[in-house]
């Protein structure tokens, strides 16, 4: 990397203009003009009585696949000029077309799924058994299924028209309340304000005062917004519940269980092991809490580093050293990684009018995908950037494969991304150049296991505390903050001084209208991919070539075939998530180990 790489993201190449892009009023226009072809063709077709009649329904299946393909085009790229510029109302108003547009697809496929669902079982086998169908057998499977769980097709189209002004709407008014935050922040002497993005990097400086003063401020802010937050919580809530209760389903969580191909069986294996293993954690943030002087850690210590002289990265430095260290695993990634760098796929400036935190999304039509994150130069900016990377090194193995195929769950979607952050924060501990870094090192890579292991854990009990009360009426901003940290005090087993009760509020995660329990996915994720990086260490250089073709099924399978096939394991068992949380366990022992001397000074 001989010249200073690019931090702002090129969206030219895919619709030059940006919101004002006739390129891209021409594709809308062209697409809703394709999915009202689409619409009139599925209402007209009749449920098949025999193979030939199945047959006909090909081109219906070709056609869903290109408007879902364009749809994703559509969606990511009028998302990136949101995130980009939270001022830009003319990607505001495109996001609401583009809404309208999913909402769309959504009824068409409804109607579509209902046909499916009608086929006598007989003629179901022998088409989904031909040739040409055989390789959506999976996806066809499922969509047959939960359409004999859901209202008739009426009824769900009718709900999802709904959905667009009411369920999505509530969700795209939380992005305005994000954009309105604004916290002053003093440097060099002067007062400026910052967005919320920029803000809540300050939350992991450093300097304790800098970050405990920002703590105040931010949640002054967001209690000053929480009222607004309160009303669109419940008001998400409430649609997802009383559409549940509609489709006949009682539990909150069958939803996100499906949708992440998973059973409650494998989740609650998952969270018994980690319930077990959290006393160590507590050893640790108790160890931690000694180190910076402290009698116990608040909430902004838990992240906070072992060091105040740990110095800034800079956005090429970080580079470097995530294709070098992705180099060490498998040159395909690295060579996925520079190329990403190079083309300006990332937007990573630190500047104000930038949305919070950091995404991964896809370009289906073009093949590309596009990075953002907001890069301030810490030891966690540098982790998003390669967990970002691990997300879009996913997506592009996916390439080849029917576009239906490659809607891979959050949960296995998670695994690629933190096994990216995994690869660098090991290796880059093992080259550690004294004890000292070393020790530094450690510590962000513990962090994970903090993160994973009781933050997620707090957000998933919260959640589902959340809905168990809403069920009973409308919640104010204090029972909601009240229901945070209660979920915040177990998932973390007393061990802070001090929490953060309007966590709920400026979570962006909660108010996601895509993905239900935006929580356990992630620590799902984290500990597969951690049991997955445990096969690396055993088998070496071979077996990323087994980690591709994982990931390569991972839209084509539950969690639990996936684990089966690929790695000859049973994820309802503890064994395969006793050995990924045993290696993390392995780090804290060492932290203890080489801190021991440390705390009794």
Known sequence: MNKPLQQTWDLESIFSGGSHSPEFAAFLSSLEKEMKELRTVVVGAKVPADLKGAESLEHILTKLESSAAKLSEAGSFVGCLAAQDQNDKKAIQLSGRVTTMYADLQSISTTFDNLLRGIDDTVWEAWTSTSKVKPYQFILNESRDLAREKMNPEMESLALELAIDGYHGWGEFYDTIVSKIQIPF???????????????????????????????????????????????????????????????????????????????????????????????????????????????????????????????????????????????????????????????????????????????????????????????????????????????????????????????????????????????????????????????????????SVAFFMNIHARFLFETRFYDKRKEGLLNQEEISDLMEEAQKEAYCGALTTYHPHFWASKLHFYSTGVPFYNFPYTFGYLFSTGLYVRALEEGSPFADKYDALLRDTGIMTVEELAKKHLDVDLTQRDFWQSAVDMCLADIGEFLQMTEHLALI
């Not at 590309?368 to 130069?377: A, H, L, P, V, Y």
């Open 186 to 448: 003093e440097e060099d002497g002067k007062t400026k304000m910052l967005s919320a993005g920029q803000a809540h990097n300050q939350l992991h400086n450093p300097n304790r005062e800098i970050r405990q003063d920002m703590f105040e401020k931010w949640e002054k802010a967001w209690t000053e917004a929480g009222d607004y937050c309160a009303d669109t919580l419940n008001h998400l809530a409430g649609f997802r519940l009383k559409l549940y209760a509609n489709r006949g389903w009682d539990d909150v969580l069958k939803e996100p269980l499906a949708i992440n191909r998973m059973s409650r069986e494998t989740l609650d294996t998952m969270w018994a092991v980690i319930q077990d293993a959290k006393p160590m954690v507590v050893q640790y943030l108790n160890r931690k809490a000694k180190l910076l002087g402290l009698d116990g850690l608040s909430w902004t210590d838990v992240e906070a580093p072992i060091r105040t002289s740990v110095s800034k990265v800079t956005y090429d430095e970080a580079a470097e050293t995530i294709v070098e260290q992705f180099g060490k695993f498998s040159s395909r990634l690295a060579e996925f990684s520079q190329m990403a760098f190079d083309k300006s796929w990332i937007e990573a400036e630190d500047r104000p009018g930038k949305r919070p935190g950091g995404f991964c999304t896809s370009f289906q039509e073009s093949n590309q995908t596009r990075i953002f994150m907001t890069f301030g130069g810490t030891a966690s900016n540098v982790s998003t950037l390669a967990h970002e990377l691990g997300h879009a090194y996913h997506q592009f193995l996916m390439k080849g494969l029917p576009v239906l195929n490659q809607n891979y769950a959050m949960n296995v979607a998670e695994t690629a991304s933190t096994f990216a952050e995994m690869i660098v924060a090991d290796a880059l501990v093992k080259s550690a150049k004294n004890e000292e870094e070393k020790l530094a090192l450690l510590e962000e890579k513990i962090q994970n």
